[in-house]
């Protein structure tokens, strides 16, 4: 009866309009929600965000719905009470309005900012102040209605394998899409511009577009499902570079019937709406209309930079960027092999036996370890032996992803010479011609040499080996690294030089760490911030437990050596840091966002007592050296510096642990690091 009423009032006869009016209420409410929560949106994109703050998203909406349609109301019981004589244009008009609040989707179609939402909100606003001037400008009742639903359509094509990849990102719960999502529908733009400027193309073009976009879909989408990730550039660059023999491989590898599944519907949409398309009728539209879309369309992804994001743009250009790179690379290593590489080589102790330890972790924040003052305890066993260890206060990566560090932090090259990667030897290359028996032990995944340098590098070693498991990630604990490091403990060579690469905390903390150390679990301990949720505290706390395990993980190594190695000496240092909701509502290490988070990392030097009793002009000082600045880009010198094996190469000034280190200039980013914290304020200091 009171539900009948209620309809009645609400509804009255136009069922449509009354949707209409609620639809536009349901997008504003939603969208002011993901504004609020757009940290989370731009971190996780717009499902986990949804479904972290559902109640929140929808009671708004549901708010906002309503309260759009009782004003609604209000204009017509007003416009009724006055007898207005324009009645039914106001209340025609009124209904548009609040209908177009539907345009606020747009929102999701930029990187979540509170300007793009104003500007979204005024421009619904201006759109109805302007609306009979703006239909009459582009006649759309009668000209041309035909080429923009073509058009329309079109975006639509681009639209949806775009869309399906951020939904398998959502369903494979991974957290590296950070900008894709923003990125790719203002990207995806630019391919509407040639069919707007020339409407007799439309039609064989949208046979393009299909194809185009299905075929780059396919192994993007399979890698989501494969791996729960999206595809790395060096992904992209494997496929180009696969032939016909190992792609028939790949498909009958990676191509199973849950891809099939999501692959086969994406094609029949996409040929449903290339069908559609080709059944309309060719119209004519004025010139001056056509040029000044096409503009808007090429100006809004032009100038945001983002036309490389596109499905099949990122296929060209990771490629051509990989390939001159590797190649570049490999080409030199391949030269170099039949050479005596480092032919001046210094051994000042060549026929005691070392063995040296080198440890790369992953992603670990230097303001979460207990060694560096955090308020919890997340170094306890490292913190046991502290007084043998050499914790450095001041040292930064020289990027903040995984590739460019390493290519740095494992060659010669730095940010005043890269050419370095290429004219000289790598540490591997290095240490083999200084007598040294080389090891890669890495938890990281590995595909092969071609994808990253670092794998190139590592294939150099005279052993290796790789632990991760791609088909289980969930159970690949940095610790099953600690077999095959006996192993090299073991290995009867005289000179040792072992490297070991972690997955430490990268990415998806939660699958770092046994759940024997699933010991911070509640805000304990955090300093609390407004933007604190239980999302937030919960990657916190996933960061934090993945350290404890590292701290395990590192003093087991130590201890290894310790029992075994009178003569030997252990480095720690991770690739980059990480941020972690410290001063705004972010987490992560992306450069385009960078902060002193991303880029200050822990660095650990642990020596044996023999060590330090025989190489006393190396050691007797270094407690004094803690504080100073330092940049792992010349990691390769303080490594150096400490097997005593010097050649022309080295450069005792650029060694952290030298006597004749000078400071240098720290470059991220083309800014100078020190400049950027003192003067222009750390971005640490922004609100
Ligand atoms: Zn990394």
């Known amino acids: 009866m009171i539900l009948n009423r209620l309809r009645k009032i609400l509804f009255e006869k136009d069922t449509l309009n009354a949707f209409m009016i609620l639809m536009g209420g349901f997008i504003a409410g939603a969208t002011i929600q993901f504004n609020w929560a757009k940290g989370c949106l731009l971190q996780m994109g717009i499902g986990p965000c949804f479904m972290g703050n559902k109640i929140r998203i929808l009671t708004s909406a549901l708010l906002c719905s309503l309260v759009f349609l009782l004003l609604h109301k209000i204009v017509i019981l007003i416009t009724k009470h006055f007898q207005l004589a324009e009645e039914l244009n106001m209340v025609q008009r009124s209904r548009f309005f609040f209908a177009s609040f539907s345009f606020l989707i747009l929102y999701f179609f930029f990187e979540p900012n509170t300007i793009v939402l104003y500007a979204l909100v005024l421009s619904v606003v201006l759109i109805n102040i302007f609306r009979t001037y703006l239909a009459a400008l582009f006649n759309v009742e009668r000209q041309g209605d035909q080429y923009y639903k073509q058009i329309i359509l079109l975006f639509l094509l681009i639209l949806i394998p775009n869309l399906l990849i951020e939904i398998s990102l959502l369903f494979s719960n991974s957290v590296l899409n950070y900008y894709t999502y923003t990125r790719l529908f203002p990207a995806s733009l630019i391919y509407l511009v040639l069919p707007i400027l020339l409407p007799r193309i439309i039609k064989p073009y949208s046979i393009f577009i299909f194809l185009l976009f299905f075929i780059a879909s396919i192994p993007a989408i399979s890698h989501i499902l494969t791996y729960g990730s999206e595809m790395p550039s060096s ?190 030897p790598t540490i591997i290359e290095y240490m083999k011609s200084a007598g040294f028996k080389t090891f890669w032990l890495s938890n990281q995944e590995f595909s092969d040499r071609y994808t990253t340098i670092s794998s190139a590098i590592a294939l150099q070693s005279n052993k290796f080996y790789f632990t991760f498991d791609k088909e289980n990630p969930s159970i690949c604990f940095d610790g099953r690294l600690l077999k095959p490091f006996q192993v090299a403990l073991n290995d009867n060579a005289l000179k040792k030089f072992i490297i070991i690469h972690l997955m430490g905390s990268h990415s998806d903390k939660t699958i770092r760490y046994p759940k024997e150390f699933n010991h911070f679990k509640t805000d304990e301990g955090i300093t609390s911030q407004p933007y604190h949720r239980p999302w937030p505290i919960s990657v916190i706390n996933a960061h934090d437990n993945s350290v404890l395990y590292n701290d395990w993980l590192l003093r087991t190594f130590i201890e290894g050596l310790r029992n075994e190695h009178p003569n030997a000496l252990f480095l720690y240092f991770p690739d980059h840091g990480e941020e972690l909701f410290e001063y705004r509502d972010f987490w992560g290490h992306a450069e385009a966002n960078a902060s002193i988070y991303m880029f200050d990392i822990p660095f650990l030097l642990w020596l044996s007592d023999k060590y330090k009793v025989e190489n006393p002009e190396l050691t007797t000082n270094l407690s004094t050296y803690l504080n100073r600045k330092y940049q792992t880009d010349d990691v390769i010198h303080s490594i150096i510096d400490l097997t005593k094996c010097t050649s022309p190469l080295f450069d005792p000034q650029r060694s952290i642990f030298n006597a004749a280190f000078k400071e240098r200039k720290r470059i991220i980013k083309n800014q100078d690091y020190d400049a950027m914290i003192k003067t222009k304020k750390s971005v640490d200091d922004t609100p």
């Open 235 to 424: 992904s992209y660059y494997a496929i180009w570079e696969t032939n016909s023999v190992e792609a028939v491989d790949y498909v009958k590898q990676n191509i199973n019937i849950g891809i099939l599944s999501v692959l086969l519907p994406l094609m029949l949409v996409m040929l449903f709406i290339t069908i559609r398309i080709l059944r309309f009728k060719h119209q004519k539209v004025k010139l001056l209309i056509r040029l000044l879309v096409g503009f808007c369309m090429c100006l809004i992804p032009l100038l945001a930079g983002l036309s490389q994001y596109n499905i099949p743009n990122k296929f060209a250009t990771n490629y051509l960027k990989y390939k001159s790179e590797i190649q570049l690379f490999i080409g030199e290593i391949e030269k170099r092999s039949n050479q005596n590489l480092v032919e001046k080589i210094t051994n000042f102790q060549p026929d005691s036996a070392i063995t040296v330890v080198v440890v790369i972790g992953e992603s670990a924040s230097k303001y979460h370890q207990g060694l560096y003052g955090y308020t919890r305890e997340t170094n306890p066993l490292l913190n046991e032996i502290r007084d043998e260890l050499f914790v450095f206060q001041d040292v930064i990566a020289p990027h903040s992803h995984t590739n460019p560090v390493l290519s740095k932090v494992l060659t010669f090259a730095n940010h005043e010479n890269m050419d370095l990667m290429y004219s000289t």
